[in-house]
């Protein structure tokens, strides 16, 4: 058994579909939904919408003068709110030990993006090739680093655990490890690669396709004014951040976030599966162990489905009555099925409360006389950094 199939059978994505990984999916979503359902001050809304003051606030302090990216400072506030629900506590946007965590989960993210891991996933054998398999070290040196910093949260969490309240994820899954017979899915290392998914699974992702809905607001001015027009009319002179109360009421914001993930899916090529058996699919016989990529971009821009599918429309999720469509057809952003994204009602929270407190607060545009940066790769997963003017309204 090498090292990396060894992490595989830790981990809850890129681990086979068996008892052990379905008990780890299990406790991993009735983790998050228990923590989902507290109300009040510490529930997540709560802590979401905290992320997004402080990214307000942060984004006025800097001013208007300097035309600049987003990026990082989004990046900070989704993985801050991955923190909150992980550790129980959210850093700093100047934390050192926090920017530095930060820069490593962007260097694996950045790996795995890199043509050569690309290729190892899809030959496997090639990790053991030098040179080729340089990423493949990095990886596992920033993994390690990334492991070393969750090993101190656990044992400074373990000191003080009360299990009757457990305050975060790290405390409920301690408390999981104490009440259940020990099996070889809830071991002390386990904990380290579960807590690390949620890291890798949950920031990039976020991070990205708020990237890509500020980007699409700048290439489509008058989609920017729709979306703030529907937020005044709701917020009205309310100087703090929508509540997830205020969503129903908000059908055009909620169907511009949908557009976004439509168009650019930020896994277009999901996450690689495999058969456990032979399987015989629409005629194509798939032997067990069979890498298969299932290529959600194209379920996104069939033209069967969506007319004209390269043209930014957020209309397309409103029916006649303007209310946005629940179940539409041919839309897979985060996949399906069993192995279906385990932060999609997370993600969708942090998606609109971040969205919408940014685009009621700022209006962002690019400088006098910029070119347009192009949003045509249609497989990039990544926007490009763009530097814009981001005016407090
Ligand atoms: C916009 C944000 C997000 C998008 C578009 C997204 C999308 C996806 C997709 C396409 C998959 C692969 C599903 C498959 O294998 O068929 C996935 C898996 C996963 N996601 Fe997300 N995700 C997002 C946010 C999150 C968040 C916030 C978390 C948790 C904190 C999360 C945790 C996971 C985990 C643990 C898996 C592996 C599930 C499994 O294999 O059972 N994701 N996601």
């Not at 962007?106 to 043509?115: A, C, D, I, P, T």
């Not at 994820?169 to 017979?181: G, H, M, S, Y």
Request: proline share 6%; aromatic share 8%.
């Amino acid at each position: 058994i090498t090292k990396q199939d060894a992490a595989r059978l830790k981990n809850i994505a890129f681990t086979k579909f068996n008892p052990a990984y379905l008990e780890k999916r299990r406790f991993a979503v009735s983790a998050l939904k228990n923590l989902g359902m507290k109300m009040g001050p510490g529930s997540v809304e709560e802590h979401i919408r905290e992320e997004a003051r402080q990214l307000c606030l942060k984004l006025s302090e800097q001013g208007d003068a300097h035309p600049r990216d987003i990026a990082d400072s989004l990046t900070v506030s989704v993985s801050n709110i991955v923190c909150s629900m992980v550790f129980g506590k959210r850093y700093d946007h100047d934390d050192e030990k926090f920017v530095e965590l930060m820069k490593i989960v962007h260097k694996v993210l950045s790996q795995l993006e890199h043509g050569s891991s690309q290729l190892m996933m899809v030959f496997p054998f090639l990790r053991f090739i030098p040179g080729v398999n340089s990423t493949n070290r990095i990886l596992v040196e920033c993994i390690n680093k990334v492991h070393e910093f969750l090993r101190q949260e656990i044992t400074k969490h373990r000191e003080i655990l009360d299990s009757e309240n457990p305050r975060d994820f790290i405390d409920l899954i301690l408390t999981e490890l104490q009440t259940k017979e020990k099996t070889d899915c809830f071991t002390e290392e386990n904990i380290v690669w579960i807590i690390q998914n949620m890291f890798f699974a949950g920031t990039e992702t976020t991070a990205n396709t708020l990237r890509w809905g500020i980007l699409y607001m700048v290439l489509c001015p008058e989609e920017q004014q729709k979306v703030q027009s529907e937020l005044d009319s709701v917020l009205g002179t309310d100087h703090d951040v929508p509540t997830l109360a205020h969503r129903s009421q908000l059908p055009y914001t909620e169907a511009t976030i949908m557009e976004t993930q439509r168009i650019r899916l930020v896994a277009p090529l999901n996450a690689p599966h495999a058969p456990n058996e032979d399987t015989t699919f629409r005629g194509y016989d798939i032997p067990a162990g069979t890498q298969v990529l299932t290529n959600l971009w194209s379920a996104h821009m069939d033209p069967e489905y969506w007319a004209n599918p390269e043209k930014f429309d957020p209309r397309r999720f409103l029916d006649t009555e303007g209310k946005v469509v629940s179940r539409p057809d041919s839309y897979l952003p985060f996949s399906a099925g069993r192995r279906v994204c385990l932060g999609e009602q997370l993600a969708k929270m942090e998606l609109f409360l971040l969205f919408s407190s940014l685009l009621k607060h700022f209006t962002f545009k690019l400088p006098e006389g910029a070119a347009a940066p192009s949003a045509d790769d249609c497989m990039r997963v990544t926007p490009p950094r763009v530097n814009m003017c981001i005016t407090r309204r």
